[in-house]
């Protein structure tokens, strides 16, 4: 097949959507480790609901700057900024139900099941953050 054959943009585009998605994986792993140190500093002197408050909302500017910048490459702005908390909403809703489901039907301990919820969200959540990202009609 040569470059310009129909199915080789295919092949490009999906090459890149799974060099994307690793990006992804790799930047909620530092935004997870950076937010849990966040608490665990701030819970040394703050109430430990205050110091995680602070610190999911902190994480939450953190994967928006991580994943614009590194994952999805995309221009920063007052849009996509108000925007991108809710890929948090649909990552939590989903996340809710899957937990809700596997402890109250299959009895599993709420601990595994919310480690499954974690892992089956991902791709959901890279999803949904690539769609809240991608500029709108006004932005370039």
């Known amino acids: 097949m040569t470059s ?46 205050a110091a995680y408050a602070i610190a999911y909302v902190a994480g939450i500017v953190l994967s928006y700057v991580l994943n614009t910048g590194l994952v999805f490459k995309v221009p920063r702005s007052w849009s996509t900024f108000l925007r991108f908390p809710l890929v948090y909403v649909v990552q939590f809703a989903l996340g809710s139900g899957i937990i809700i489901a596997l402890v109250e039907s299959f009895a599993m301990s709420p601990r595994i099941a919310a480690l499954i919820a974690i892992f089956a969200t991902i791709p959901v ?4 953050a690539r769609f809240v990202l991608r500029p709108t009609g006004g932005e370039s």
């Open 4 to 49: 310009s054959s129909p199915t080789s943009g295919d092949g490009n585009r999906r090459e890149r959507d799974l060099r994307s998605f690793a990006k992804f994986v790799l930047v909620g792993a530092i935004n997870t480790a950076a937010s849990y140190a966040l608490f665990v500093a701030l819970e040394l002197v703050l109430p430990y609901v």
């Open 125 to 128: 959540t890279f999803l949904a």
